[in-house]
C-alpha cells in the first residue's frame, strides 16, 4: 500500500462510519482541490452514487471559473447539489477584520442550510496541515447550538474509534481529509484523473479584481471569494508541476487569503469558534 | 523515501515538546515563510520574549498560559522519509487528548528536561507507551543549556531513564542531549557538546522503523454496514489484517456462518481479484448469508476468538473508578457490547487489569498477536473514556447442547444458541401441573423472583394473565379448556423460542393436554408435577374454590365435579405435602439451573 491508498482507504472508512452512525447528512462542496477529492472520495466510498446532498454555501462572491465548474460536474456527476444564500455582510460580527467578515458569511449560510434542512452531520474537507487550530481538530467533531466550536468539549477519538452521536452536540462536523496534506491532495488529484478549477493553474495576470499585478505569472494556491482571495506568484501550469512546487516551498498555502491574519492569528480561531469550517 | 511515520512528542508538561517541534521545523528550514515573523507578532502582543512553541500552540488560550492543550499534528521531511509529528499535551488534566494523539503513533520522542530529569508525567507517558505496544522509543534530554551543556548532568538523566526502561523489558532506542531553544544536536552533533558519541536527533529518528504490515497476519473484516446496490448486498469494511480473494471460503463471527466470497466491488474500476490489509472494500458473498454491522469476517482455519469472558490492560479517564460488578459498553471493531467487570485491579488511577464478562461473545483477538483486532474502546455516557489491549481470553465456549433446531423458524436472524449465551441460559418450559391448590402460582411466582434476580430471562404464565386477554373468550367446558391449554403451550413456546425460562402454571387434568403442550416445544419441555392430596388441598382452600365447588356454585372443579389424572412419568415431582413451599422451591431451582444454567457454564469451561 503506497501512503496515498492508506489516506485514501482510512478517508473511506470515515465517510462511512459517518453515513452509517448519522441521520441527516450533508457535505460542503466549495469546488475548490480539497472538497473536489472529498466527493470523489464519497463516490468510492458508496459505489458511485453519494447517498447525501452536497451544500454549497453561496456568497454569490465566487469566481467566475468556480461557477462554470460547480454547473458542469454537480451534473456530470449525478449529485444532489443544495445551494444555499449567505446572509449579507451587515450580519457577520462587526468586531473581525474585513476579510474574516466576508468569510464569516459562511459560516450564517451554513447555519441556516442547518436549520432549514435539519442536518444532524456535515462533513468538511478541512486538513491540519492548513493552519493552526485546524491541526488540533477530531475527525469527529461536536458543535453546539449555534455552530460553535469548544475544543475543551471535543471527546477523545483512541485510535479509529469515533463517535458519531452526542448527547449535547446539536450536529457533528465529519473531516475525512484531516490527515491529509496539500501535497497528498496534490498527488491524489493527479493519480485519480481529478478536474480543477483552471484557477489553480499559473498564467500572466496584470489586473485582477481591481489590483494590479504588472503581468507576473501567478496561480491561486486556495480558492476563495472574490475580493479577498488572491493569487500567488507561480509558474505551475500543470498539475505536475504544482506538485514540483509544493514539494520546495515554503509559503503558506493560504498566503493569498490574509482574513486579517497580519493583525493577529487569533482572528481564523474566532472565526472557527463561532463555526467556520 | 521509506515509508513516512507518524512520530508522537510526550513528556512532561514545560519539558520543551512544542518547542523542539517547531525548532526541528527550523532545523530542516521547513519553517513556513512568515511564521517566525507572525510569531514575533503574536509575541508582542502578548509582551512575552520569543516563543517558538507558538508555531504549535495555535489556540489562543494555549498562548495565553503558555501551554499545549490539544494535541497538535505537523510535517516535517527529513532527507530519509515524510515524518508526521503529533505534539502532545504534557500537563495531567489533558492526558486523554495526550492519548488520542498516543494511539495514532507509531513511534515515540520522549522528551525530559535536563534540570529536572523524569518527573510524573514522564513516567506516566513512558508507561501508557509500553500499554499501547509502541516500543521504538528515542529519548530527547533537553534544555541542555540550562546545564550549561555538562556530560555529568546528562549521565545522570540518561542513567535514570535507561534504568526506568530496562526494567519494562525495552530500552529506549537512544538518548540524546540537545537543546531546543538553541537549536543544539537537531540536525548535526553539537560541538557545544563535543562528548556526546551518539547521533544527533534526527539521524535517530530516521533509524525508526516503519511499523510492520498487517498484510501475512490472518484476515479480519470487521463490518461497517451493508449497502444494497441495484441487486447486490454489498457488505463494507476496512480490511485490518490479512487479505481476500473471490472464491474464498469465509466465516462470519460471532453468527458462525460460512460463505464464499463471491466479488470484491470497487468503483469507478470494475470488480478487482483482491484486497489486502488496510483498504476499504466492498465485497458480495455468494450465499445468502445473514450479515450485519459488528460481524467480523476471517477465513475458516483462523476465525478470531468469541470472547465472551477476557482480560485486558487498559487505560481509564472515566469518572469514578472501575469497580468490579459495574457495566461498562464496549466497542471492538464495529461491534459494541455490554460487558461487566468481574474482576479490576487498579496498577495506577488511569491504569487498570480488568477481567471483562460480556453478555454477547465478542469476536477479538489477543493484543501481541493482532493488535488492531485486540484493542476495543470503553464509553461512559456515549463518550470514549478508556481503552483496553486483550491480554487472555478464556477457554472459547463449547457448542451449546441444543438438541434440535426444528422449533426454531428459519426466518429468525438470531438463533437460540446467540440468545442462550446473551442470556446466559438455555430457555425452557417447565410445565406445573397439579390440584387447584398444590401451591403452583406460589412456586412459580417465588421462582421467578429469584431467577429474575440471577439476571435470567423469566416469565409466568398462568390462568390469569392468559384468560385475561389471549383466552378472553372461552369458557371452562371441556373444550374450552382444552383449547385455552394449547393456547397457553403455544404462548410458551413462543417464549423458549426467545430465550424465557417460561413456568407455566395450569391444572392440566388430562395426560393428553399434557402430551399435547410438550409435542409445541419438546426440546425445551419439563412436565413437573406439583403434587398434593385432594384433602390437603381442600383444607388449605386459599380461595374459597372448594367450599363454592361443594355448594355446587362453580361446576366442572378439578377435583371435585371433573377428573384429574395423575401424571403417569413427570420429569420431576414436587410433594408440597409432605415438604414446605420453601424446601419445594429450592428443589424446582437446582432442577432449573440443572437444565438451563449448568449446560452454559460447563460448555464454557469445556
Known amino acids: 500500500m503506497t501512503p496515498l491508498d492508506q489516506l485514501e482507504a482510512d478517508s473511506i472508512y470515515i465517510l462511512r462510519e459517518a453515513f452509517h452512525g448519522i441521520g441527516k447528512l450533508c457535505m460542503l462542496w466549495s469546488f475548490g482541490k480539497d472538497s473536489t477529492v472529498l466527493v470523489h472520495l464519497a463516490r468510492k466510498a458508496f459505489l458511485g452514487q453519494v447517498p447525501f446532498p452536497l451544500v454549497h454555501c453561496d456568497t454569490q462572491l465566487e469566481m467566475e471559473e468556480v461557477y462554470a465548474f460547480r454547473n458542469r460536474y454537480a451534473q456530470e456527476w449525478d449529485l444532489h447539489l443544495l445551494t444555499q444564500l449567505c446572509p449579507p455582510l451587515e450580519q457577520t460580527d462587526p468586531s473581525l477584520p474585513p476579510e474574516a467578515r466576508v468569510a464569516a458569511r459562511k459560516t450564517l449560510g451554513l447555519n441556516q442550510a442547518l436549520s432549514v434542512h435539519g442536518f444532524t452531520g456535515i462533513i468538511a474537507g478541512i486538513r491540519r496541515d492548513e493552519e493552526g487550530t485546524r491541526a488540533k481538530e477530531r475527525v469527529f467533531s461536536p458543535r453546539g447550538e449555534h455552530g460553535e466550536w469548544n475544543i475543551r468539549s471535543a471527546p477523545s477519538e483512541f485510535w479509529d474509534y469515533y463517535t458519531p452521536r452526542l448527547p449535547h452536540a446539536a450536529h457533528m462536523r465529519i473531516h475525512p481529509l484531516l490527515a491529509w496534506t496539500e501535497l497528498d491532495i496534490w498527488r491524489y488529484i493527479a493519480r485519480e484523473n481529478l478536474p480543477v478549477v483552471p484557477l489553480y493553474f499559473a498564467k500572466t495576470y496584470h489586473q485582477f479584481e481591481g489590483r494590479n499585478f504588472g503581468g507576473k505569472r501567478m496561480r491561486f494556491r486556495s480558492l476563495g471569494e472574490r475580493g479577498i482571495t488572491w493569487p500567488v506568484e507561480s509558474d505551475a501550469d500543470t498539475v505536475e508541476a504544482i506538485i514540483a512546487e509544493l514539494e520546495t516551498t515554503r509559503v503558506s498555502e493560504r498566503a493569498g487569503r490574509p482574513m486579517g491574519a497580519d493583525s493577529d492569528a487569533s482572528s481564523f480561531e474566532k472565526l472557527r469558534q463561532a463555526g467556520y469550517m | ?606
Open chain 2, 1 to 606: 523515501m521509506s515509508a513516512p511515520l507518524t512520530l508522537l512528542l510526550a513528556g512532561h508538561v514545560d519539558h520543551g515538546k512544542s518547542t523542539l517541534a517547531a525548532a526541528l521545523l527550523h532545523a530542516l528550514g521547513q519553517m513556513p515563510e512568515g511564521k517566525a515573523e507572525a510569531i514575533a507578532h503574536a509575541c508582542a502582543a502578548r509582551d512575552t520574549a520569543f516563543e517558538w512553541a507558538f508555531a504549535l500552540d495555535s489556540l489562543a488560550a494555549e498562548r495565553a498560559q503558555n501551554v499545549t492543550m490539544d494535541a497538535g499534528y505537523i510535517w516535517l521531511t527529513t532527507p530519509r522519509r515524510r515524518l508526521r509529528i503529533i505534539d502532545a499535551p504534557g500537563h495531567q488534566e489533558f492526558i486523554a487528548a495526550m492519548m488520542t494523539g498516543a494511539t495514532q503513533a507509531d513511534a515515540a520522542l520522549l522528551v525530559a528536561d535536563a534540570a529536572e530529569g523524569l518527573r510524573e508525567q514522564t513516567r506516566r507517558h513512558a508507561y501508557l507507551l509500553h500499554m499501547l505496544g509502541i516500543t521504538q522509543i528515542v529519548i530527547a534530554v533537553n534544555k541542555m543549556d540550562a546545564v550549561s551543556y555538562s556530560e555529568t548532568a546528562f549521565q545522570k538523566i540518561s542513567t535514570e531513564i535507561t534504568r526506568h526502561f530496562a526494567a519494562r523489558g525495552k530500552p529506549p532506542i537512544a538518548v540524546i542531549p540537545i537543546s531546543a531553544r538553541e537549536g543544539e544536536g537537531l540536525g548535526a552533533t553539537s560541538n557545544r557538546m563535543p562528548w556526546y558519541k551518539g547521533p544527533a536527533l534526527l539521524a535517530a529518528l530516521d533509524k525508526l522503523k516503519a511499523p510492520p504490515s498487517a498484510e501475512t497476519l490472518p484476515l479480519r473484516l470487521p463490518v461497517q454496514d451493508v449497502y444494497k446496490h441495484g441487486e447486490k448486498r454489498v457488505l463494507v469494511g476496512r480490511i485490518e489484517s490479512g487479505s481476500v480473494k473471490v472464491g474464498d471460503e469465509i466465516i462470519l463471527s460471532p453468527s458462525q456462518e460460512k460463505a464464499h466470497i463471491a466479488s470484491i466491488e470497487t468503483w469507478p474500476n470494475s470488480a478487482a481479484a483482491g484486497a489486502s490489509a488496510g483498504q476499504s472494500i466492498g465485497l458480495t458473498l455468494r450465499e445468502d448469508a445473514f450479515v450485519q454491522r459488528g460481524m467480523v469476517l476471517s477465513h475458516v482455519q483462523h476465525p478470531p476468538a468469541l470472547a465472551s469472558d477476557f482480560s485486558a490492560h487498559l487505560f481509564w479517564f472515566g469518572q469514578a473508578p472501575i469497580a468490579a460488578g459495574a457495566s461498562y459498553t464496549l466497542r471492538a471493531g464495529t461491534a459494541e457490547a455490554a460487558a461487566k467487570a468481574l474482576e479490576a485491579e487498579a496498577l495506577d488511577d488511569m491504569a487498570y487489569r480488568v477481567r471483562f464478562q460480556t453478555r454477547s461473545p465478542l469476536p477479538l483477538d489477543l493484543h501481541t498477536t493482532q493488535p488492531r483486532t485486540g484493542r476495543f474502546v470503553i464509553m461512559q455516557r456515549g463518550v470514549p473514556v478508556g481503552g483496553g489491549m486483550v491480554e487472555r481470553i478464556a477457554a472459547q465456549a463449547a457448542a451449546l447442547p441444543i438438541k434440535s433446531a426444528h422449533i426454531t423458524p428459519h426466518t429468525q436472524a438470531i438463533s437460540i444458541e446467540q440468545r442462550a449465551r446473551a442470556n446466559g441460559h438455555l430457555p425452557g418450559i417447565f410445565w406445573f401441573s397439579g390440584l387447584s391448590g398444590a401451591g403452583k402460582s406460589t412456586l412459580a411466582q417465588a421462582l421467578q423472583k429469584t431467577l429474575f434476580a440471577r439476571g435470567a430471562q423469566v416469565f409466568v404464565l398462568d390462568g390469569d394473565n392468559l384468560r385475561a386477554g389471549l383466552s378472553r373468550d372461552l369458557g371452562f367446558s371441556p373444550q374450552d379448556r382444552r383449547e385455552n391449554l394449547r393456547r397457553a403451550a403455544e404462548v410458551a413456546a413462543l417464549f423458549a423460542q426467545s430465550g424465557f425460562i417460561v413456568i407455566a402454571a395450569f391444572i392440566s387434568p388430562t395426560e393428553e393436554g399434557r402430551l399435547a403442550a410438550r409435542a409445541c416445544a419438546p426440546d425445551w419441555f419439563h412436565d413437573i408435577y406439583i403434587r398434593a392430596s385432594l384433602a390437603a388441598c381442600e383444607q388449605r382452600d386459599a380461595k374459597g374454590l372448594y367450599a363454592l365447588a361443594r355448594s355446587g356454585k362453580i361446576t366442572e372443579f378439578t377435583g371435585i365435579s371433573a377428573p384429574f389424572e395423575e401424571p403417569g412419568q413427570p420429569d420431576l415431582t414436587v410433594d408440597t405435602e409432605a415438604q414446605s413451599i420453601d424446601a419445594s422451591a429450592a428443589q424446582l431451582l437446582a432442577y432449573i439451573e440443572r437444565c438451563c444454567m449448568a449446560p452454559l457454564q460447563e460448555a464454557a469451561y469445556a
